[in-house]
């Protein structure tokens, strides 16, 4: 049938004031329960929750015997009038004089009212029902916030945004993790990195950032890693790598300022505090960083990056936001600048919060001859960067930029410790549905 019925107000706005008017709302029964001669259902809207109440004097047999039928997770529309009632949530309910019953629903297989807990990967699963839950709610309305004022922080600082194809024919970084796809008559790849293009755009528009998904196939199967990820990346001409941890001194604190004042009610359901960020965001070397560990007894690999063991044992003397710039030239992609009179290092950082690596980034290698040494003395072939190559004989300024993980970013904001909650479907080495 066509929906012909109009919402007249939603949960949130269901407050004394209304108190005496009429009302129609639309949304799921959350929860219901029977007190003698009155039937409460809890209606749930993308703003939250009211409480509607039937009196069996004031509807029709009809209708008072229908509402017992109903199955949690039903979409309703429920008609009444707005009264004030200092025991409702909000301070006012509705009380009902018509419910239509728009889609039924089955038994939820989760429970979303959460009496009831549910492991993670039976919530999974599940997602679209365990979307409904406050907690996941809270984190993705969350997320929108984080993605809106990163666009609008980059925009400001003449940043345009840009789309880079996900089907690339070249490795960004070499490397084994790809996910090789057929292509028409040949084998193509899914992009790791909007890298290459990022670079090569500098040179058009001078600053450009992409919010998109990338893809790795991933051999590490831990609680921060997925084989689809969505990632921040950002790209600048004439800036170098202290120019661009600047940005994101002033990203960051972008971020944190408008989840504290947009999502109060979020936080407060994952039961966090406003996360707090002071700028400059304090910057270690790499080789402070190794100093930390040996004077902790920590071991560690020569000019190799920190895995978890060394991370954790440096966060427990940082544990907030921190960059360690100035890493192994080795350690690092091809494309990173080695720093002047010391080319055993180059001009890098990793975003750190507490031992979670938050963003990478470098200034960028702009000469064409060293960017070719530089492959090959990490077993690249030049010649499958060709394409790559060849811009930079017309005019390739000096550029530096930074990929940013969305969902490790929001692991911090959240508190969540594994990334899938923070993923709306994730992708990993077990899971490729829903």
């Known amino acids: 049938m066509t929906f012909g019925i109009k919402r007249t107000h939603l949960a949130s706005e269901i407050t ?88 039924p629903s089955e038994d939820p297989p989760i429970d979303v009212v959460g009496k009831t807990s549910a492991d993670l990967d039976t919530r999974l699963d599940n997602r679209i029902v365990d979307l409904r839950r406050v907690e996941p709610q809270a984190i993705f309305r969350i997320q929108s916030t984080v993605a809106s004022a990163i666009r609008s922080y980059l925009r400001e ?17 070499g490397g084994a993790s790809l996910f090789s796809v057929f292509y028409y008559d040949r084998i193509a790849y899914l992009s790791q990195s909007p890298q290459l293009y990022k670079e090569q755009l500098t040179s058009a528009f001078e600053r450009v950032f992409e919010i998109a998904p990338a893809f790795r196939a991933e051999e590490s199967d831990t609680q921060r890693h997925l084989s689809e990820i969505t990632m921040v990346d950002a790209e600048a001409a004439f800036m170098d790598y202290q120019d661009v941890m600047s940005l994101l001194d002033g990203l960051v604190e972008r ?18 505090e406003a996360l707090e960020v002071k700028v400059p965001i304090p910057r270690i070397t790499y080789d402070e960083a190794v100093s ?16 978890t063991v060394q991370l954790k044992a440096l966060s427990e003397e940082l544990r907030d936001f921190y960059f360690i710039t100035d890493w192994p030239t080795a350690a690092r992609p091809f494309y990173a600048k080695p720093l002047e009179g010391r080319p055993e290092r180059c001009e890098s950082f990793d975003l750190m919060y507490g031992w979670i690596e938050l963003a990478s980034g470098a200034t960028r ?15 690249l072939n030049p010649d499958s960067f060709k394409t790559h190559l060849k811009w930079f004989n017309y005019g390739m300024p000096p550029h530096s930029g930074f990929g940013l993980g969305l969902a490790r970013l929001l692991m911090v904001l959240t508190g969540k410790d594994n990334i899938r909650e923070v993923v709306m479907f994730p992708r990993d080495k077990r899971r490729l549905e829903p």
């Open 16 to 103: 004394p004031a209304l108190d005496g008017s009429q009302v129609t709302l639309l949304g799921w029964l959350h929860e219901k329960r029977d007190l003698g001669g009155l039937r409460f259902l809890l209606i749930r809207d993308r703003s939250g929750l009211v409480q509607a109440v039937a009196a069996k004097k004031e509807v029709s047999p009809e209708l008072w015997e229908e509402l017992s039928s109903f199955k949690r997770e039903s979409v309703l529309a429920v008609k009444g009038i707005a009264k004030a009632s200092p025991q409702a949530p909000g301070g006012a309910e509705v009380r009902i004089r018509e419910v239509l019953l728009i889609s």
């Open 157 to 173: 600082n003449g940043f345009i945004e840009v789309f880079t194809p996900k089907i690339i024919a070249t490795a960004t970084e």
């Open 255 to 272: 971020v944190v300022k408008a989840v504290n004042e947009e999502n109060r009610r979020e936080l407060r359901a994952l039961g966090r």
């Open 292 to 307: 930390i560990l040996d004077r902790k007894g920590v071991e560690h690999e020569k000019d190799a990056d920190f895995g």
């Open 365 to 379: 290698v702009n000469d064409g001859k060293l960017l070719k040494e530089r492959m090959s003395s990490q077993g």
